[in-house]
C-alpha cells in the first residue's frame, strides 16, 4: 500500500506552493489588476449596487428580506467555490488580491437582484417569473458581458445555459429554504408566548 503514497505531495509541499501562488497572485494583481478598468468595475460592482438596493427594499420588510439576501450569497459563495474549484469557470480580475475574486458577484450582485425578486414577488406564480428573468439577466447577459470585457472564463464543459437552470433552481431552492425556515420561526415564536 506505501507504494500508492510514494509520489503524493506532502503537507510541506503543499503549502510551498499555495505561497508561490499567493505570491504570483499578488505580483498579477499589482501589475494587471489594479486600478484596471475591470478593477474600477468590479469595484462599482460591489459598492453602488447596495446604494440602489438600499433605496428600494422594503424597510418593512428589511430584516426577512435581508436575511434571504444572506442565505443566497451563503448559497452562491459555496457554489462559486465549487465550480472553480473544479475549473468550470474563472475570474481573471480581483478585487484585492487576499479575497476570492468572486466577492462582488456572490456577495453583492446576486444577493440584491435574488432579494429583489423575492420583495416583490409573492405568489409562487411570479416569483417564478421572476427568477426566470434573474437567470436570464445573469445568464445571457451579464456573464457573457463579462466574458467579453475578460472578466469571467468559461471553462471548456461549461455553458451560459446550465448558468441559466442553475440559476433557476437556485432561486426555487432558496426560497422554499427560507419560507420553510421562516414557518418554523413563526411557529416558534406562537408557541414560546
Same mark, same amino acid.
Given at each position: 500500500?506505501?507504494? #500508492?503514497?510514494?509520489?503524493?505531495?506532502?503537507?510541506?509541499?503543499? @503549502?510551498?506552493?499555495?505561497?508561490?501562488?499567493?505570491?504570483?497572485?499578488? @505580483?498579477?494583481?499589482?501589475?494587471?489588476?489594479?486600478?484596471?478598468?475591470?478593477?474600477?468595475?468590479?469595484?462599482?460592482?460591489?459598492?453602488? !449596487?447596495?446604494?440602489?438596493?438600499?433605496? #428600494?427594499? @422594503?424597510?418593512?420588510?428589511?430584516?426577512?428580506?435581508?436575511?434571504?439576501?444572506? #442565505?443566497?450569497?451563503?448559497? =452562491?459563495?459555496?457554489?462559486?467555490?465549487?465550480?472553480?474549484?473544479?475549473?468550470?469557470?474563472?475570474?481573471?480580475?480581483?478585487? $484585492? !488580491?487576499?479575497?476570492? !475574486?468572486?466577492?462582488?458577484?456572490?456577495?453583492?450582485?446576486?444577493?440584491?437582484?435574488?432579494?429583489?425578486?423575492?420583495?416583490?414577488? @409573492?405568489?409562487?406564480?411570479? *416569483?417564478?417569473?421572476?427568477?426566470?428573468?434573474?437567470?436570464?439577466?445573469?445568464?445571457?447577459? *451579464?456573464? !457573457?458581458?463579462?466574458?467579453?470585457?475578460?472578466?469571467?472564463?468559461?471553462?471548456?464543459?461549461?455553458?451560459? =445555459?446550465?448558468?441559466?437552470?442553475?440559476?433557476?433552481? $437556485?432561486?426555487?431552492?432558496?426560497? $422554499?429554504?427560507? #419560507?420553510?425556515?421562516?414557518?418554523?420561526?413563526?411557529?416558534?415564536?406562537?408557541? =414560546?408566548?
Amino acid at each position: 500500500m506505501i507504494f #500508492l503514497i510514494h509520489d503524493m505531495p506532502t503537507h510541506t509541499e503543499i @503549502n510551498e506552493a499555495k505561497k508561490n501562488l499567493a505570491d504570483m497572485t499578488l @505580483n498579477h494583481w499589482f501589475h494587471h489588476d489594479l486600478f484596471s478598468i475591470q478593477w474600477w468595475i468590479l469595484v462599482c460592482a460591489t459598492i453602488l !449596487p447596495y446604494f440602489i438596493w438600499w433605496k #428600494l427594499v @422594503n424597510k418593512n420588510r428589511f430584516y426577512e428580506i435581508f436575511t434571504y439576501g444572506l #442565505l443566497c450569497g451563503c448559497f =452562491s459563495i459555496v457554489l462559486d467555490i465549487i465550480g472553480t474549484e473544479m475549473m468550470l469557470w474563472s475570474y481573471p480580475d480581483k478585487l $484585492l !488580491p487576499w479575497i476570492p !475574486p468572486l466577492i462582488p458577484a456572490d456577495l453583492v450582485m446576486i444577493p440584491i437582484t435574488a432579494m429583489l425578486v423575492y420583495q416583490y414577488t @409573492n405568489k409562487w406564480k411570479t *416569483f417564478i417569473a421572476g427568477t426566470i428573468i434573474w437567470a436570464v439577466l445573469f445568464s445571457y447577459i *451579464f456573464e !457573457p458581458l463579462f466574458v467579453a470585457w475578460k472578466m469571467f472564463m468559461l471553462g471548456p464543459v461549461w455553458k451560459h =445555459s446550465y448558468s441559466f437552470f442553475g440559476f433557476i433552481f $437556485l432561486g426555487i431552492f432558496l426560497r $422554499l429554504l427560507f #419560507l420553510g425556515i421562516k414557518k418554523e420561526l413563526i411557529q416558534s415564536l406562537k408557541d =414560546s408566548t
